[in-house]
């Protein structure tokens, strides 16, 4: 057991935001993850790695 279960709910929330500010999905900060040595995908490249430019930059104006 790694924790205890009195502390799982705290636990919970501080690894989702822990995944929201460094696994970001587009591009994963996996060099910067404190908990990377238990992350199952850590440096793994996914399709949307591959191509460059597949998904806009932020603040870029998509148009119909």
Same mark, same amino acid.
Request: glycine share 6%.
């Given at each position: +057991? =790694?924790?205890? +279960?009195?502390?799982?709910?705290? =636990?919970?929330?501080?690894?989702?935001?822990?995944?929201?500010?460094?696994?970001?999905?587009?591009?994963?900060?996996?060099?910067?993850?404190?908990?990377?040595?238990?992350?199952?995908?850590?440096?793994?490249?996914?399709?949307?790695?591959?191509?460059?430019?597949?998904?806009?930059?932020?603040?870029?104006? =998509?148009?119909?």
């Amino acid at each position: +057991e =790694l924790f205890n +279960e009195k502390d799982w709910v705290k =636990l919970t929330h501080m690894v989702i935001d822990h995944g929201r500010a460094v696994c970001i999905a587009r591009r994963p900060k996996c060099q910067d993850c404190v908990i990377s040595h238990f992350c199952p995908s850590v440096g793994k490249k996914y399709k949307y790695h591959q191509k460059k430019g597949a998904f806009p930059s932020v603040g870029t104006k =998509l148009t119909s």
